[in-house]
């Protein structure tokens, strides 16, 4: 009896062991997380209380964190001498292209080099990978003196256009997704008669769709927040994208703070619903583009 109770007792004080420093660690983990998330949250609320705060507000001391009136003037004052409605079809323009064009090019390309055997695959996509170590500064210069002897300065085309000739660092996530599906299914369809096209477009992509989301919203997320672009090709205010247009509104309505938040606030918050409705999708292709490589 006395032994049994003894034994009893180890294995209590045992999970007590081992019990407290996992919940310490868990306590410690996810006050750390709380705080980073508290201080990188705090530029974003800053302009969204800004945009619904009154002038006396806005420029009281001590700082007013919360607004004392609400108002939607600064979002009128806004829009009244920003036009979002037109800056926001020319980004959607961009992005939406963009991101079919990167999906496309950088998918078929990394089925080339997972899925079928050449000599030369290994070289190559060593090769595609050392382009992302050329800085874009240093081709800045000869991109933009090509665009202008093509006749594409002042429009779209160079900022949409070489997204479809593949991006080396999707072309990485996908081939790394691509090696993760079995080969059988590739080899049962070439049994079947199926071409190489036929198992890219029917077999593979609908099973990639996580890693293409992936890159999808990669590449809206880079093409909306794109400044350097814009502002390298395009001059005609008609054409200007919501970065582009906000970056010559603040240096227009530089003092005029409450307007500025708000039209910052106009132009993230599309940024943010995408990604609150597509984050589970885009998690899960960024899990998944690591499996095997």
Known sequence: MAVATSARAGRAASR?????????EAIVAHAALITLSVIFAIPFFWMVSGA??????????????FPTTLTLENFIAGVQVFPFLRYLFNTLVICVFSMVGAALSSSFVAYGLSRIEWRWRTPLFVIILSTMMIPFY????????????????????PLIVPH?????????????????????????ARLDGANELRIYWQIILPLAKPALAAVALFQFLASWNDLLGPLIYLSDADTYTLSLGLTFFRGEYATQFGPLMAASTVVVIPVIVVFFFAQRTFIQGITLTGVKG
């Open 16 to 24: 007590n062991t081992t019990w407290w420093p996992k919940l310490a």
């Open 52 to 65: 619904l705060k009154t002038g006396p507000d806005m420029n009281a001391f001590p700082v007013v964190w």
């Open 138 to 157: 240093v081709t800045m210069v000869p991109l933009f003196t090509m665009f202008r002897a093509m006749g594409w300065v002042n429009t779209y085309l």
């Open 164 to 188: 479809f000739f593949g991006v080396p660092f999707f072309i990485f996530l996908l081939r790394q997704f691509f090696l993760s599906i079995p080969k059988e299914m590739s080899e049962s």
